[in-house]
């Protein structure tokens, strides 16, 4: 169809998450090292205008904390070459032990973000597909 497949837009969820994070001068595997995982619980999308093959897209992530033990990330997924937005979602984790156990998510991380209830601007990042 020419079109990006749908399910690519959660990929580039997760890209966007991982830079979120790796800018923030941590990365997924240092947190999982550490004992912490971010299975995802929760994924919603709404596709606005298609991506096409071969077009570039930058995904922009805000990171929201919902409880001490999940955390909200919201996605925005624009075409590079005229800035239309392509789809919009986000995804909620929890913050699961080294057992498999809720555990709160760790105090750098929570740190960082404000409180889904807060009315102070979410931190964000770019990254792009």
Known sequence: MGIAYYA?????????RTEWLRDTGW?????????????VIEAHCEYRQPARYDDEVEIATRATLVTPV???????????????????????????DAAG?????PPRVREM??????PGTPGGSRGAA
């Open 101 to 105: 156990k809720p555990c709160r998510l």
């Open 113 to 118: 973000l404000p409180v889904a209830d807060d």
């Open 70 to 96: 999940r955390i909200r990330f919201d996605y925005q997924v624009t075409r590079t070459a005229d800035g239309v937005l392509s789809a919009a979602g986000h995804t909620v984790h929890a913050a699961l």
């Open 8 to 16: 690519n837009y959660l990929v580039w969820f997760e890209v966007g």
């Open 27 to 39: 990365s997924y595997r240092e947190m999982e090292q550490e004992g912490v995982a971010l299975p």
